[in-house]
């Protein structure tokens, strides 16, 4: 099995080179990795105290960034080496403040892990959620360097825990802890015989707190909401906002209406524009001639995190195609929240769902049906806005959890 991982290794990265010259993303991807070493030698020192966090992308950096905040504060003697497998990630928090080297993550073959590992010579390592490169993991288990993952969730289908999943299974086993989000990944995990874990819960809900506590005030969303309750669809996809803006369509007048569109590219704007019957405004255009638009368009990257505060229902997207996209950052405000029927892989969306914080829809019918509820019945509403409000407050704290017990383990020591 390790013979037939190398070689799909080998593979994906010969294939992501034929395929640079036409695909933007596997050009990033390429490029950002070309003499890594000598950029990483630039950047960190023999003799540094070194913390090496690993992150698939945009996601998993944000779900690990309370984390590294907490080292970069708790255990200022550390320097923080920061890796990224996707352009997504990498090319948005190339600047990263909080982290002194940030790199790709050079593919997993068994030399590039051998001379990675030897070169940062971390004292501890932190994988975020569901990276398990097998030649990092096992170069920094033969030199005893702590591994550990955090926010990890399992599920009974991958391949861990298949008939032919031994290989991928003696991975788990090279970690220092598993911090796991859930009791059912727990039972999952000590259940096939990985007894290096912890139920810490999800970093993620520590991350939309600190963000909604560090929100921006945006007086131009203010303004154009006015007296009125406004609706924010946010990271939203074309199926999402087909749906959408058939219920403005016919009701204009129930709400504001605002979208932050998953991409903001022109043609994808002009788009989403076209769905409307009514006056339409960019962000970047808003101005007091402006303001009586019933529809808005965020055009900006940066600013949606903030700009839930100013809502009263939000819709999610994404749920009509590979999954939703974060649902608890509105949550965390007291927004109950919508989206669509693609979200069983979602924890936190399965949660909100059940105590009565959210709801999904995979019809215009049933989209109309949660609005006209939610908008009819002011105690209906409010209960579904606390329960979102609860549900993220409560399960706050993974943070604090992973630094005391990875502290435990003394790596603060120095190494002779």
């Known amino acids: 099995m390790k013979l037939l991982y190398n070689i799909g290794i080998f593979l994906f990265n010969g294939l ?170 727990f039972e999952l995990l000590t259940g096939n015989g990985i007894g290096n874990v912890f139920l810490a819960g999800d970093t993620r809900f520590d991350r939309v707190v600190q963000i909604a506590g560090t929100a921006k005030e945006i007086p131009l969303l203010e303004q154009f909401r006015g007296s ?63 303001l009586d638009a019933r529809v808005m368009i965020i055009d900006n990257i940066g600013m949606l995190s903030s700009a839930y505060k100013y809502a009263y229902i939000s819709a999610i997207g994404g749920g009509f195609g590979k999954g939703i996209h974060n649902i608890l950052e509105p949550a965390c405000w007291g927004i109950p929240v919508i989206f669509g029927p693609r979200y069983e892989n979602f924890k936190e969306a399965v949660d909100l769902l059940r105590v009565g914080g959210a709801k999904s829809f995979q019809t215009f019918e049933g989209f109309k049906e949660i609005l006209d509820i939610w908008l009819s019945d002011e105690k209906t509403y409010r209960i579904s806005a606390d329960i979102a409000s609860k549900y993220v407050k409560e399960n706050a704290g993974a943070t604090e959890i992973i630094i005391k017990e990875i502290a435990r383990k003394d790596i603060n020591r120095d190494r002779s």
Request: aromatic share 16%.
């Open 228 to 290: 009125e309750k406004l609706f924010l669809a946010g990271s939203s996809w074309k199926h999402d906002e087909e749906i959408i803006a058939q219920y403005i369509n016919i009701y204009p007048e129930r709400m504001k209406w605002v979208f932050a569109p998953h991409e903001i590219d022109e043609n994808n704007i002009e788009r989403l524009e076209k769905l409307f019957k009514d006056r339409v405004v960019r962000f970047s255009e808003l101005n007091n001639v402006s």
């Open 16 to 185: 992501a080179h034929l395929i640079a010259p036409f695909n933007s993303k596997a050009s990033l991807w390429v490029k950002g990795r070309k003499n890594w070493a000598a950029k990483i030698s630039e950047k960190i020192k023999p003799g540094d105290r070194i913390v090496w966090i690993h992150c698939a992308s945009l996601g998993e950096f944000e779900q690990g960034r309370p984390v590294i905040e907490a080292i970069k504060k708790e255990m200022p003697e550390f320097r923080i080496m920061l890796t990224f497998f996707s352009p997504s990630g990498y090319e948005i928090r190339k600047n990263y403040s909080n982290a002194d080297c940030i790199s790709y993550l050079p593919a997993d073959t068994p030399g590039n892990a051998a001379k990675f590992v030897k070169l940062v010579n971390p004292e501890f390592v932190i994988f975020v959620k569901y990276e398990f490169w097998h030649n990092y993991i096992s170069a920094l288990y033969e030199r005893k360097i702590p591994l550990y993952l955090i926010s990890g969730i399992f599920r009974p289908e991958q391949h861990f825990f298949k008939w032919y999943g031994t290989f991928f299974k003696g991975i788990l086993k090279k970690f220092e802890k598993i911090f796991v989000q859930d009791k059912r990944s």
